[in-house]
């Protein structure tokens, strides 16, 4: 299974080039007047929903960080969405797509789950003690409970961390 892109300049660099590419691509198919109207279409349905999260939004989310933090899967969900919306706002074909997708419930909540999942969802937690007893902000993995561990029994890793492949 091929891995994921992990050079976010890689993907800055490229993905403005696809997305020419495809528009190119869409526009010799179908027309000029055709792509235009579909990449002003859903800008206007990103900025819809983007002013349509808006700040209330935003304090809920900040709220349901604060009180429920085991819970990360509702977190994403919320969070996919208002990406859903930076995507479609973005100009481009590829970008409508993934904006598109991620308006789609169940896409939001299998990528939420698979996320949560793979323990690949992180937190962060101002004040989070260590073993010495004092407190001290940092990043700490989430795991899913498992069976035989309540939802506070997971692995918690504290500090900071390099991923080796």
């Known amino acids: 299974m091929n891995q994921?892109?992990?050079?976010?300049?890689?993907?800055a660099l490229l993905l403005p080039a696809m997305e020419i590419g495809l528009l190119a691509l869409f526009a010799a198919r179908y027309g000029l007047a055709?792509?235009?109207?579909?990449?002003?279409?859903?800008?206007?349905?990103?900025?819809?929903?983007?002013?349509?999260?808006?700040?209330?939004q935003l304090v809920e989310f900040n709220l349901?960080?604060?009180?429920?933090?085991g819970a990360p899967e509702e977190i994403l969900r919320d969070l996919l969405r208002a990406v859903s919306g930076v995507m479609l706002v973005i100009p481009g074909i590829a970008t409508d797509l993934v904006g598109l997708a991620l308006l789609l419930p169940p896409m939001r909540e299998r990528l939420a789950r698979g996320?949560?999942?793979?323990?690949?969802?992180?937190?962060?937690?101002?004040?989070?003690?260590?073993?010495?007893?004092a407190a001290r902000p940092g990043p700490e993995r989430v795991q899913r409970p498992t069976p035989d561990?309540?939802?506070g029994g997971g692995d918690v890793i504290e500090g900071e961390f390099t991923r080796e492949e």
């Not at 994921?4 to 993907?11: A, E, I």
């Open 149 to 151: 561990r309540g939802p």
């Open 4 to 11: 994921p892109m992990r050079n976010p300049l890689l993907v």
């Open 34 to 56: 055709s792509v235009a109207i579909e990449v002003f279409g859903t800008s206007l349905l990103g900025i819809f929903l983007l002013r349509r999260a808006g700040y209330r």
């Open 115 to 133: 996320w949560t999942a793979s323990g690949s969802v992180f937190r962060y937690q101002a004040g989070a003690s260590h073993r010495g007893g």
């Open 64 to 69: 349901r960080m604060q009180e429920s933090p």
